[in-house]
Nanobody, 122 residues
Framework: QVHLVESGGGLVQTGGSLRLSCAAS????????IGWFRQAPGKEREFVAV????????AYADSVKGRFTISRDNAKNTVYLQMNSLKPEDTALYYC???????????????WGQGTQVTVSS
C-alpha cells in the first residue's frame, strides 16, 4: 500500500517556475515507478512525466520536454517535478501516481494522490 500526497502547486506568471513534490508513505515506495499526470477543466487526464524505481530512467510528454524535469529521492520517499518556462496551457490539476512499471497509461497505475493545482497566468 502506498499513500501519495502532492504539494507545491500555486499561481505563477508565464515563464515562471514551480517545483511539485509527491511525498509517499509505505515501505515499498522505492520499488514503484512514479508518474505525473495533469487534468485541465473539460479535458481528459494526460501523461506528463514518469520515473522508474531507481531514478535511472525518465520519460516526458512532448509538450513538456525540455521544460520539466522529474527526479526522485528514495531516502525521502519523494518524487519531484521541476517545472520551468511555464505556459498558460500548463494550467491543470497535477497528480502523481505509483505503479509497478512506468508507463504513459494512467490505467496502469495502482495508487493516486489527491492532486495539486497549478495555474499559469498570461
Amino acid at each position: 500500500q502506498v499513500h501519495l500526497v502532492e504539494s507545491g502547486g500555486g499561481l505563477v506568471q508565464t515563464g515562471g517556475s514551480l517545483r511539485l513534490s509527491c511525498a509517499a508513505s509505505g515501505r515499498s515506495f522505492s520499488t514503484y515507478a512514479i508518474g505525473w499526470f495533469r487534468q485541465a477543466p473539460g479535458k481528459e487526464r494526460e501523461f506528463v512525466a514518469v520515473i522508474n524505481w531507481s531514478g535511472g530512467t525518465t520519460a516526458y510528454a512532448d509538450s513538456v520536454k525540455g521544460r520539466f524535469t522529474i527526479s526522485r529521492d528514495n531516502a525521502k520517499n519523494t518524487v519531484y517535478l521541476q517545472m520551468n518556462s511555464l505556459k498558460p496551457e500548463d494550467t491543470a490539476l497535477y497528480y502523481c501516481a505509483a505503479g509497478q512499471r512506468g508507463t504513459i497509461f494512467s490505467a496502469r497505475y495502482d495508487y493516486w494522490g489527491q492532486g495539486t493545482q497549478v495555474t499559469v497566468s498570461s
